[in-house]
């Protein structure tokens, strides 16, 4: 295992700690635990990066809990705050655009069908809002990166309706250059059933042909009882194409927020070290050293007879150090 003194890896140059990056960040919020913009926004400015955010919804905290109060933001209200932006010329310095938990699509309590897509039929419009942004940040800075975590569903449910998932599919999909979809979401996005490697690579291909040069499938089912797989795939103009496999160690626990916290992750190590192989071990290393803290302080802590959730939320300031000072533990492997 190797560790990266001050955050930056091996062979970095020290004066990229100089540099001005900026991140919009277009997420969900709550006030207690960490999804959305609260597990994305702390790692990206400790590892030196301005974030401004827009909190697509304020929750009291993830709909997880069973019961929460709180608010979501319409598409009129994102184009308020962006246009105040913009009149005030603070569009243009954007160096990364990420998007992930838009709005809360994770539902544990029981509704019928129709009502619980009624209640998110504002997301559809939302995403389009977001791809405006998208597309006209692009146009000020033809260099901007946008990383997107595609978040409609897992473990074989969709949280989403329909018309969300075509919005990601023909709006967001093409001004994406890097994409972090699960399994399920994959196969959603490219009609291809993943059930063995060669369909893992098959659905990337496929995200590759629609013009994302960046795809990593965060999570997979292909695993084990002991890990999980991802897999990543870079197209290098000139120079083919990049795929590895990611063996994520797995912990007895379920946790949320931690495709937020990979996704800000990859975006910064892919912006301090250029490769995506080395990005995705240092992603992977870092946020299993989070999970590990998480999961002692659940064991430490909870005393209820049900598995409390307070006590799972991710120890993420208390893992500053693993952010700043990654140790590499888990390392990716050609395919």
């Given at each position: 295992?190797?560790?990266?003194?001050?955050?930056?890896?091996?062979?970095?140059?020290?004066?990229?700690?100089?540099?001005?990056?900026?991140?919009?960040?277009?997420?969900?919020?709550?006030v207690s635990g960490y999804v959305g913009n609260k597990s994305a926004v702390f790692p990206?400015?400790?590892?030196?990066?301005?974030v401004d955010f827009i909190n697509t919804v304020e929750f009291s905290n993830h709909t997880g809990y069973g019961s929460w109060k709180g608010s979501c933001m319409d598409e009129k209200t994102l184009q308020d705050l962006f246009d105040g932006l913009r009149v005030n010329h603070l569009t243009m310095s954007y160096t990364h655009l990420?998007?992930?938990?838009?709005?809360?699509?994770?539902?544990y309590i029981t509704v019928e069908l129709t009502e619980l897509f009624s209640g998110f039929v504002q997301s559809k419009t939302l995403l389009e809002k977001i791809a405006d942004i998208a597309r006209e940040l692009k146009r000020s800075n033809p260099k901007l990166i946008y990383v997107c975590d595609p978040v409609m569903?897992?473990?074989?449910?969709?949280?989403?309706?329909?018309?969300?998932?075509e919005a990601y599919r023909d709006s967001i999909l093409p001004l994406a250059d890097i994409v972090t979809p699960n399994q399920f979401e994959a196969e959603l996005l490219t009609g291809i059933t993943i059930?063995?490697?060669?369909?893992?690579?098959?659905?990337?291909?496929?995200?590759?042909?629609?013009?994302?040069p960046t795809v990593i499938i965060s999570s997979s089912d292909l695993g084990d009882d002991k890990n999980l797989i991802g897999f990543g795939s870079a197209v290098n103009q000139g120079a083919g194409k990049l795929r590895f496999r990611m063996n994520i160690p797995r912990l007895p626990a379920s946790f949320t927020g931690?495709?937020?916290?990979?996704?800000?992750?990859?975006?910064?190590?892919?912006?301090?070290?250029?490769?995506?192989?080395?990005?995705?071990?240092?992603?992977?290393?870092?946020?299993?050293?989070?999970?590990?803290?998480?999961?002692?302080?659940?064991?430490?802590?909870?005393?209820?007879?049900?598995?409390?959730?307070?006590?799972?939320?991710?120890?993420?300031?208390q893992s500053k150090r693993d952010i700043e000072n990654p140790v590499v533990s888990v390392q990716c492997l050609n395919i």
């Open positions: 295992m190797d560790s990266h003194p001050g955050g930056l890896p091996n062979g970095d140059n020290a004066e990229d700690s100089d540099r001005d990056y900026r991140v919009l960040s277009i997420q969900s919020h709550v990206l400015q400790v590892l030196g990066f301005d990420l998007t992930g938990t838009v709005q809360f699509l994770f539902v569903g897992d473990n074989g449910k969709m949280y989403v309706p329909m018309e969300v998932f059930r063995s490697e060669k369909d893992a690579l098959a659905a990337i291909d496929r995200l590759h042909s629609r013009g994302v931690t495709g937020d916290l990979f996704t800000a992750l990859l975006l910064a190590w892919m912006t301090k070290t250029g490769d995506l192989q080395r990005s995705c071990d240092i992603t992977v290393s870092t946020l299993q050293a989070v999970l590990k803290r998480t999961w002692k302080h659940f064991q430490e802590n909870c005393q209820d007879s049900q598995p409390c959730l307070r006590h799972l939320e991710l120890r993420l300031i």
